[in-house]
């Protein structure tokens, strides 16, 4: 993310505003025909017809009802609620508080992205070593917390910090939840779920943006990010709701034991 986001700056700065979409094209496309270079993983044979179909939704419906994994969803729309507001309202708090241009907003998305890069390997270890719960707990609070503290940072250094924090957390949240949803989740449903919280952060995108920026747009930016900060905060409470957090603990606290007996 970083590599793209700098070749992008210096395409812009060397040429025409075009220029970052021009070059970005052959990338593109070289990871769009990367899987053909890839052996393909040995399957068993899929099904086909009325009866895959039945399979299918039936899949989506067991996964759906049941509470850990709708915890699961709602925590993926409290991080894609912050995505949102990162692509939609920040880049305009940036330029109002300490006069960001498009050059300092890439240079700082690429930082931010090398840090997270940098975290994420310590991260899935917390997640590893102190248990899925608390570092998901953890990371959605702090994430929510430094969208809601942005309108209060009125220098780049502030708003670097914050946004530091902001990545860290999240790193902390990704790795946590994404491993707490295959400790969840039978091997057979697994690319089910996947797909059910791909639909979550889908939707979330196709709504939050323009909801956010409604906001931006008829009470400023202050308004939006707050918004957005407590769109994430409902989403960990909802979480802890619905997963129920002591069972949850016990079942991973099983899981874990078993992995570390084989």
Known sequence: AAVGVIAGLATLNASSPTGPFNASSPIVTLNASSPVAVPN???????????????????????ASQRQQQGLIVLRIGL?????????????????AWGATAADLGAMYSAIALLG????????????RCGRLPIIVTGALLSALAIGLLPSCTSKLAFYTVMAIWDVAEAML?????????DLTHASLRGTQSSLL???QDLTFSTMPIVLGGVAAKRGNAAALHTASACMLA???????LF???HGMAI????????KAV
């Open 41 to 63: 993983a040995t399957h068993a044979a899929t099904p086909s017809g009325p009866r895959s179909l039945r399979k299918l939704l039936g899949g989506f419906v067991q996964l």
């Open 198 to 200: 791909n639909q979550a």
């Open 80 to 96: 894609i609620t912050g995505w949102s507001a990162s692509l939609t309202v920040l880049p305009m708090q940036a330029a109002a």
């Open 235 to 241: 989403s960990v409470v909802a979480f802890g709701t």
């Open 252 to 259: 991973e606290a099983g899981e874990q034991t078993d992995a």
């Open 174 to 182: 990704i790795a946590a939840a994404t491993a707490l949803a295959v």
């Open 117 to 128: 890069f940098s975290t994420a390997p310590v991260a899935g270890h917390l997640a590893d």
């Open 244 to 246: 129920r957090l002591s």
